[in-house]
């Protein structure tokens, strides 16, 4: 991983970002990361889209968890009306399985999008997403612990991490489950703009950041140790 | 606080949430415990009413950062048509100081639900809002460490605490910035639910919960020691 990376880019040149939304993504693992970019957009200039199938309020809901409490958030953009995005973020949640038409397009979407982009952020199972898109082959990759044997079986030709609070591979930061998405922006905020940045940001929202990407209590109290 | 308050609730009875939006809000603030609300909703009965002055999406902008990134999020019913709510849940973020309409009518409806409540949860500068709502008087409560001083300015009836990631005080949880909703509500959990719950809802996203509500590492970085 290239050091000071961020001295190369056009500082004035809103880093483009996007989200892949479907139904039944995870809250957290969009809002914890968006938050964190929120935040950093009050510093530095961004662009935010947020992407779904069509442009209707999406939902958390996941039908196989019914009686579960849900929200929706308003996306700005179809997937076949996409803008140019430097950095595509990738939840996961109860919706990141299966192979209905809407995770079906998010997949087919990453996997055309990705040779354009600069990063790929996955949280959570959203590295299934983008293991069935093929962009992880050959590449260290992590995600859920808890969903650790399901989502690892979608693909062989990942390299998976089992201990890992987020792993660093190219240009793909895939983090572990959750609430691992604000580290691994955090860690990204650091790579890409510095860690005096990701200090700040993470300081406004009083978070205590994890700095080593290798300290997982949960791979341990799910047996994956 | 009474121990094994969880033991005395009527257990088949869902408990009713309410999450006071406004223009302007934390995302973070929002779906940090929503997220654990909504792992929570999977293994307990829980409802949620996302309210708002209407039903138009009600967005995390604030034209006083008018460079930042927002996102939207869909409300279910509006403060005059709340249904009624055990739990209210109050952000902060840029949009709860001033004096607009929609902040007026944010501490409006807490003033009025507030004795009919089970708990007021706050996060943030939420605590802003319900010092101003009148229903912290003489009570202890906490806020977001870097926006202290504007915030306790709002209300010296309040009891503020300085050094605390969260403070109880009857049915009053007020948590410090942002991401400390997140340890106040699994606190909460594990008060209403029990230990065994907030565990499973903080292992399933993934997040090393803070247990000791005096550890605040953010008093001391903002100089309030």
Request: contains cysteine; glycine residues 6%; proline residues 6%.
């Amino acid at each position: 991983m290239a050091p000071h990376r961020h001295l190369l880019k056009l500082t004035d040149q809103p880093l483009r970002i996007g989200v892949a939304l479907f139904p039944g993504f995870q809250a957290l693992d969009v809002f914890g990361p968006l938050d964190c970019l929120n935040t950093l957009s009050k510093l530095r200039p961004l662009t935010l889209t947020l992407l779904s199938s069509t442009l209707d309020p999406i939902s958390t809901y996941h039908p196989e968890i019914s009686n579960a409490i849900s929200q929706s958030v308003v996306p700005t953009s179809t997937y076949k009306t996409a803008p140019p995005i430097d950095l595509l973020l990738v939840p996961g949640g109860q919706g990141a399985r299966g192979s209905d038409a809407a995770v079906l397009e998010v997949i087919e979407f990453i996997k055309t999008v990705y040779p354009s982009l600069k990063y790929l952020v996955t949280v959570c199972t959203g590295s299934g997403l983008a293991a069935r898109a093929g962009v992880l082959d050959g590449k260290r990759a992590t995600t859920n612990k808890r969903a650790w044997k399901e989502t690892v079986a979608v693909r062989d030709a990942v390299i998976w991490v089992p201990v890992a609070r987020w792993v660093v591979d190219d240009k793909v930061w895939s983090s572990a489950g959750v609430s691992a998405g604000i580290d691994v922006i955090l860690a990204w905020i650091a790579e890409y703009f510095g860690e005096k940045l990701a200090n700040e940001v993470s300081e406004r929202i009083e978070y205590t950041r994890q700095l080593d990407s290798t300290v997982d209590a949960f791979a341990e109290l799910y047996g994956l140790v």
